[in-house]
């Protein structure tokens, strides 16, 4: 069985920056894709960035050029930094891997952006 921990998350003021962690234990060989997806109240779980074990990345419009994506392979660790912060970024940030084909969730993290 495999579990995710995300941490980093809090009160920051628009414009601020935070940094996600996300480490991966249990049955773990190897980690294929690793995405970061957040969910804001009332809204729908969507893509924040996605990294695959290659390193290439893919980012939706409403984050690219702030929010930047890596990972760890030795560590089973994926990172999440987030610069210039917005009020509509305010949201639960949620850790995803894939590992032999199947899908694995954290728990989640709140990232409150306000003034």
């Known amino acids: 069985q495999v579990q995710l921990v995300e941490s980093g998350g809090g009160v920051v003021q628009p414009g601020g920056s935070l940094r996600l962690s996300c480490a991966a234990s249990g049955s773990i060989f190897r980690i294929n894709d690793m995405t970061w997806y957040r969910q804001a109240p009332g809204k729908e779980r969507d893509l924040v960035a996605r990294i695959t074990r290659a390193g290439n990345t893919n980012y939706p419009d409403s984050v690219k050029g702030r929010f930047t994506i890596s990972r760890d392979n030795a560590k089973n660790t994926m990172y999440l930094q987030m610069n210039s912060l917005k009020p509509e970024d305010t949201a639960v940030y949620y850790c995803?891997?894939?590992?032999?084909?199947?899908?694995?969730w954290g728990k989640g993290t709140l990232v409150t952006v306000s003034s």
């Open positions: 995803n891997i894939e590992v032999n084909f199947v899908q694995y």
